[in-house]
């Protein structure tokens, strides 16, 4: 059985749909990828899954439950987290506040839950007590990507977690999403550095206009000579 399943997901805004109708699978463990160009619709569709957009037609199936429609916090609750592509932290607090912030739902001590997240990140840990707005892009990155862990989700959904970072942060953040998943957590990723983010991928898709154009392991659209010509630059 698959962790999450999508079956014909139309979604959009005030009332015109930018999906037509998109099919993804996520099985446990794995770390998909999701390619495309701008505008394609691959923030509304994690949007979509993170209950942020509302849901035209189609079904959005977690552990076997039908999930579609829900509202954000019980997604949440459930097991996705979600990380935004922009305004993914809370700039003017300090990391540990932001880490705070992304289990305040869990009546539990987060002492437990930030150790495992700086355990993830170890740069985060020296940085605890600074404002996040003092962080590097990557940095905060990685406090956006944490904060979204605090709930210990068993699917992470990140839209362009490398967006905008030097190259050397790129890496690094693949890294640390690398070992995120070798915990046991399952990804989601939309990703501009689509060459890297299918390296990494177990499997990929390809959106454009709002509907799936390809869809293979990541070795696979990375060797598709239309896909490399069309979305990777040649
Ligand atoms: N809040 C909104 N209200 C109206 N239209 C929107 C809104 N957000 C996005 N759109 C439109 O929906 C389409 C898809 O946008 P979306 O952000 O999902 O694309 P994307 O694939 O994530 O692009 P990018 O690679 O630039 O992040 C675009 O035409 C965009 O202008
Ligand atoms: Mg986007």
């Known amino acids: 059985m698959s962790l999450l399943e999508v079956h ?6 005030d009332g015109v749909d930018i999906l037509h109708g998109v099919d993804f699978r996520v099985a ?42 829900l509202r954000t916090d019980h997604i949440t609750r459930r097991g996705i987290g979600y990380v ?21 739902i869990a009546k539990d001590d987060p002492g437990p839950r930030i150790a495992a997240v700086f355990e ?8 605890a007590r600074r404002p996040v707005r003092e962080l590097s892009g ?7 990507i944490g904060r979204a862990l ?16 030097s190259p050397r942060f790129v890496g690094e953040i693949f890294e640390r999403i690398r070992s995120v998943n070798a915990r046991g957590v399952a990804v989601l990723m939309v990703e501009q550095n689509a060459k890297k983010a299918l390296a990494l991928a177990d499997r990929g898709y390809v959106l454009a206009m709002g509907a799936n154009r390809y869809e293979d392991t990541g070795a696979g659209l990375l060797a598709n000579r239309e896909v490399a010509r069309m979305f990777l630059g040649g």
Do not use: C, H
């Open 138 to 144: 990557g940095l905060r990155q990685m406090v956006a």
């Open 8 to 13: 014909g997901l139309r979604a959009g805004y």
């Open 84 to 104: 935004p592509q922009e305004e993914n932290v809370f700039p003017s607090l300090t990391v540990r506040e932001n880490l705070e912030m992304g289990a305040y």
């Open 150 to 165: 605090m709930l210990e989700p068993r699917l992470l959904l990140l839209d362009e977690p490398t967006a905008g970072l």
């Open 120 to 127: 993830l990140f170890p740069p985060l840990e020296e940085k």
């Open 28 to 69: 446990e463990g794995e770390i998909v990828a999701i390619i495309g160009p701008n505008g394609a619709g691959k923030s509304t569709a994690m949007k979509a899954l993170a209950g942020l957009v509302a849901v035209g037609a189609g079904r959005i199936v977690f552990e076997g439950e039908d999930i579609t429609g």
